[in-house]
């Protein structure tokens, strides 16, 4: 990494910068009768929005749309930590010490003695020192509104972090194998569509699974094909307007004739 980009800012900087977003923020709460009107209910999908937005920015490897949507998610947490501090629940600082006391709680063979071999260590000793917090279950801290792709592949680290895995990697393509000939049984078998879709998501959480073990990320993944097929998808539509011709009216053979074309750019 290129050591000017990291000394870009002294923390004085920096810390003078988060003040002058404190300040603007509690103008803004003070002055504004859009931002005077905000509750956490009616930032909560606007927050949600920014997230994705962030998502895109860094799969385009877009730095300076990453840094501008950062901005965004910082600003919501100050916003939030405002409305916090006006219920007389927290303001900012109980967030950003409550962040900091966890991350040395939870990170003991940094701030600590605890030795640790691998970043795969780290992670079981993560959940470990969550169990001793008070979850319940390893399980608890994975929030139920996430995409059902990302939940089921963070419902499986966390339980790899607690040994409850595979012994080899490559046996998961058993599982696959066999959940896909159970679908294909349900779906010949004309089954109940509540019983295909409990085999179906079987398939698609044995595949996830898989993702996981060779390190790639399935909601990355799939969404690097979405784009895939959209760019391929677009320009079969631009080649069939350019032959003045409608996708309805063509045969499934042009089409994959100009498919491959796509494919070959």
């Not at 059902?148 to 419902?155: E, V, Y």
């Amino acid at each position: 990494m290129n050591s000017k980009l990291i000394d870009m800012h002294t923390i004085k900087e920096k810390l003078k910068a988060f003040e002058q977003l404190l300040e603007i923020m509690e103008e803004l709460r003070a002055k504004c009768p859009w931002d005077r009107e905000q509750t956490m209910e009616s930032l909560r999908n606007l927050t949600i929005e920014e997230t994705y937005e962030l998502a895109d920015a860094i799969l385009d490897k877009d730095l300076d749309e990453v840094r501008k949507e950062l901005g965004d998610l910082i600003l919501h947490i100050v916003f939030y930590s405002k409305i916090g501090s006006e219920k007389g629940a927290f303001d900012i600082a109980d967030v950003l010490n409550g962040i900091s006391k966890k991350l040395v709680y939870r990170h003991p063979h940094v701030f600590g003695d605890r030795k640790v071999k691998d970043a795969g260590e780290v992670i079981e000793n993560w959940e470990q020192l969550k169990i001793k917090e008070g979850n319940r279950s390893v399980l608890s801290g994975v929030p139920g509104s996430l995409p059902a792709m990302i939940k089921s592949h963070r419902i499986q680290d966390k339980a790899r972090a607690v040994g409850f895995d595979w012994d080899q990697r490559e046996q998961v393509w058993d599982k696959v194998i066999e959940e896909i000939n159970e679908v294909k049984q349900e779906l010949m078998n004309g089954s109940h569509k509540e019983r295909m879709e409990e085999e179906l998501g079987d398939l698609l959480f044995s595949v996830v699974n898989a993702a996981r073990l060779y390190n790639i990320e399935p909601e990355t993944a799939l969404e690097k094909t979405n784009r895939k097929f959209i760019r391929r998808f677009q320009y079969l539509e631009l080649k069939a307007n350019e032959m003045g011709r409608s996708l309805k009216e063509m045969s499934l053979e042009e089409m994959e004739a100009i498919w491959q074309e796509a494919k070959s750019r």
